[in-house]
C-alpha cells in the first residue's frame, strides 16, 4: 500500500461466517523503519428511517 493509502473491505451485515461483528487481524512490515500503521474502521447500518455509524481505532496484538 502507498503512503497514506486506503484498503476497502466491505462485509455484509448478513455475512456471518465469522461470528457476530467483522474482524480482523492486520499484519504490516517494512523494510526500513517507518512509523506504526494508523487502523481503523468503520461501521454503518441502516434500517427504515434509522441509522447507526462509528468508528473503531485499530490496537497492537503482541
Known sequence: MNPLGSIKF???S???AGGW??????????EKEVS?????????GLRGNHS???ISPGRVID
Not at 461483528?21 to 517494512?30: D, R
Open 21 to 30: 461483528g467483522a474482524n480482523f487481524l492486520v499484519e504490516w512490515k517494512s
Open 14 to 16: 448478513s455475512d456471518t
Open 36 to 44: 506504526q500503521p494508523i487502523i481503523e474502521s468503520l461501521m454503518t
Open 52 to 54: 447507526v455509524s462509528f
Open 10 to 12: 466491505y462485509v455484509k
